[in-house]
Nanobody
Framework: VQLQASGGGLVQAGGSLRLSCAAS????????MGWFRQAPGKEREFVAA????????YYADSVQSRFSISRDNAKSTMYLQMNSLKPEDTAVYYC?????????????????????WGKGTLVTVSS
């Protein structure tokens, strides 16, 4: 599967952005999907993900209640709605896909559990 993230940009603190991740090659429901980010000078970190069934969602504590992950299987697209953005949310955001056999649920926040990565999209939040 090929993944392409888009929707990044410059936004003021308190603003909102919606990122998209378009998948080509196979339908989204064949994968467990997630979002990660990497801020300048920092390691990549988990942001949000779906369970392998797609019925449950997981979030990093830092984005809980502000970010929301969703998907449209018919469009093979995953979204990350980001509200109440903070300067510390500034990062390159990546979408990722885990293919069968899926990693165990406890590993869902680990980037090493994902097999496919898209090119990132830069989100810059100004104070």
């Amino acid at each position: 599967v090929q993944l392409q993230a888009s929707g990044g940009g410059l936004v003021q603190a308190g603003g909102s952005l919606r990122l998209s991740c378009a998948a080509s090659g196979r339908t989204l429901n064949s994968y467990r999907m997630g979002w990660f980010r990497q801020a300048p000078g920092k390691e990549r970190e988990f942001v949000a993900a779906f369970s392998k069934s797609g019925g449950n969602t997981y979030y990093a504590d830092s984005v809980q209640s502000r970010f929301s992950i969703s998907r449209d299987n018919a469009k093979s697209t995953m979204y990350l709605q980001m509200n109440s953005l903070k300067p510390e949310d500034t990062a390159v955001y990546y979408c990722a896909a885990d293919s069968p056999p899926f990693a165990i649920t406890s590993m869902i926040r680990s980037g090493s559990s994902y097999d496919y990565w898209g090119k990132g999209t830069l989100v810059t939040v100004s104070s």
